[in-house]
């Protein structure tokens, strides 16, 4: 088994930097898109043999060291009877604004809510067969709070910042609640049998550090310790978050997903040896020529020479528009590095 992404996790040493792309599985491959013409977003995600389907098309293409579950950060939210739709970004029927709603919210168990999911898990492991390892993911709290209160994707999500301000005692027993079901849920994945967990927190650069230290972390923080127990590695990923690094490295996960802002290596200096670093890659960079793809991926390794646990990926999403041949040139450069 290919397995040197799992030992870049654990910051062992590998052959050569291991590679995977957030977002790889969607709307840049033209296969997604000829797939998604016939199905609903929500259907593909709700079929085991379609979201696995999704999760397999870009590893048909590309060497890549991991696979991602195709899924949504949105679609536990099942599990308290939320409803919404995808236009194409997430659109929450009823935004959650006071404390009667969030006192309202009540979980059900991940494998009532969402069992789908564990299928696709399992039908996945049963397809990768040990040549590539699965990643699962979840939302981190805040941001999943960031949509349900905003009620879409908004850029400053002000809602959820009004909230924090007027009432905050609201907002974190929202958190807590968000915090809890995605327990449950990463537990649902890890039982189905992914072999890494990523949070996805891409909306906590909107916080100040103090207000990250009280609205973000300790519920990060929760996540990690309810699936240690586990042994999967865990990586936090935090977008938009130079200011932010050292508190989110001390989440408790393996691996900190960087964003595309900081040199990489003034990261690593920042956090320390103790956690392995994912990224990052400007994802506008596979907009330009292959020689500038090549000697943008390749500055990135170089910052990372020589450190155990790096991991090689975009610094946030790949953007539905990117050409295919940038991302071939990209893996080729790393396969070939070392
Ligand atoms: O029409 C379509 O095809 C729907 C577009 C789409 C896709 C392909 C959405 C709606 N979600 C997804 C898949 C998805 N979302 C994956 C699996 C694919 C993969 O990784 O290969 C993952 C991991 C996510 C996670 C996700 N959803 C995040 C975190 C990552 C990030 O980019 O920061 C976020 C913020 C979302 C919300 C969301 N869902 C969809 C959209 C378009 C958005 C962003 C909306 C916004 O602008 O706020």
């Not at 590893?59 to 939320?82: E, K, T, V």
């Given at each position: 088994m290919n397995d040197r992404f799992l030992r870049a996790c654990r910051r062992q040493p590998v052959d050569r930097t291991p590679i995977w792309i957030m977002r790889q599985a969607g709307r840049y491959l033209p296969e997604y898109r000829e797939l998604r013409s016939r199905v609903e977003f929500l259907d593909l995600c709700r079929t085991p043999e379609l979201a696995a389907e999704v999760t397999l098309?870009?590893?048909?293409?590309?060497?890549?060291?991991?696979?991602?579950?195709?899924?949504?950060?949105?679609?536990?939210?099942?599990?308290?009877?939320?409803?919404?739709?995808?236009?194409?970004?997430?659109?929450i029927a009823e935004p959650i604004r006071s404390r009667a709603q969030v006192d309202a919210l009540q979980a059900r168990p991940a494998g009532e809510a969402v069992p789908f999911v564990a299928d696709a898990v399992r039908l996945l492991r049963r397809e990768l067969n040990g040549r590539t390892p699965l990643i699962g993911?979840?939302?981190?709290?805040?941001?999943?709070?960031?949509?349900?209160?905003?009620?879409?994707?908004?850029?400053?999500?002000?809602?959820v910042k009004r909230m924090m301000f007027h009432e905050p005692a609201t907002l974190e027993v929202l958190l807590d609640k968000l915090a809890a079901a995605m327990v449950d849920y990463l537990r649902l994945q890890i039982q189905g049998g992914v072999q890494a967990v990523q949070i996805f927190d891409s909306w906590a650069g909107i916080l100040g550090a103090t207000d990250y230290a009280r609205f973000a972390l300790p519920y990060v923080r929760a996540i990690v310790?309810?699936?240690?127990?586990?042994?999967?590695?865990?990586?936090?990923?935090v977008n938009g978050a130079p200011h932010l690094i050292e508190a989110a490295a001390s989440a408790g996960a393996d691996v900190l997903g960087v964003c595309w802002r900081m040199p990489i290596d003034h990261v690593a200096a920042r956090v320390g040896p103790g956690v392995a670093l994912q990224g990052n890659l400007d994802p506008h960079a596979l907009f330009a020529d292959a020689a500038v793809v090549r000697e943008r991926a390749t500055d990135v390794l170089r910052r990372m020479a020589g450190r155990p646990g790096h991991i090689m990926n975009l610094g946030h999403g790949i953007l539905p528009e990117t050409p295919i041949a940038s991302v071939e040139v990209l893996i080729e450069t790393v396969q070939c590095a070392n």
């Open positions: 098309q870009p590893l048909r293409r590309f060497p890549l060291d991991a696979a991602i579950l195709f899924s949504d950060i949105l679609l536990p939210l099942d599990a308290f009877g939320i409803s919404m739709t995808f236009t194409p970004g997430p659109r993911f979840c939302g981190a709290p805040f941001t999943l709070a960031a949509y349900l209160v905003q009620g879409e994707g908004k850029e400053g999500f002000g809602a310790n309810g699936v240690r127990e586990s042994g999967v590695p865990v990586i936090y990923f």
